[in-house]
């Protein structure tokens, strides 16, 4: 069981994000974390490395937001479903 403290300090006295790298661009076939799968681009904290998804658009981070994430993974994986059932 993973203690509580530490996760109520970091809370606290965690790292703001406020130093940010410049938006980096995920090419095609090339391996993307979580935050650069959401939008195809992303930013990393240079402080603690934490990588957030970023619009070119709206030149901001994208929020996230749990339930849309979910619906949007539960709409993935219906697709491949979908298309085998009209191959049958």
Excluded at 24 to 44: E, K, P
């Amino acid at each position: 069981m993973k203690p509580i403290a530490p996760d109520l300090v970091d809370l606290l006295f965690g790292c703001w994000h406020k130093n940010l790298s410049f938006p980096v661009s995920v090419r095609q076939g090339q391996r993307a974390s979580l935050a650069a799968r959401r939008t195809g681009t992303y930013v990393v904290c240079l402080d603690c490395g934490r990588e957030f998804a970023y619009d070119l658009q709206d030149m901001r981070i994208v929020p996230w937001q749990v339930g849309k994430a979910i619906r949007h993974l539960a709409e993935r994986i219906k697709r491949p479903l979908r298309r085998a059932r009209k191959r049958d």
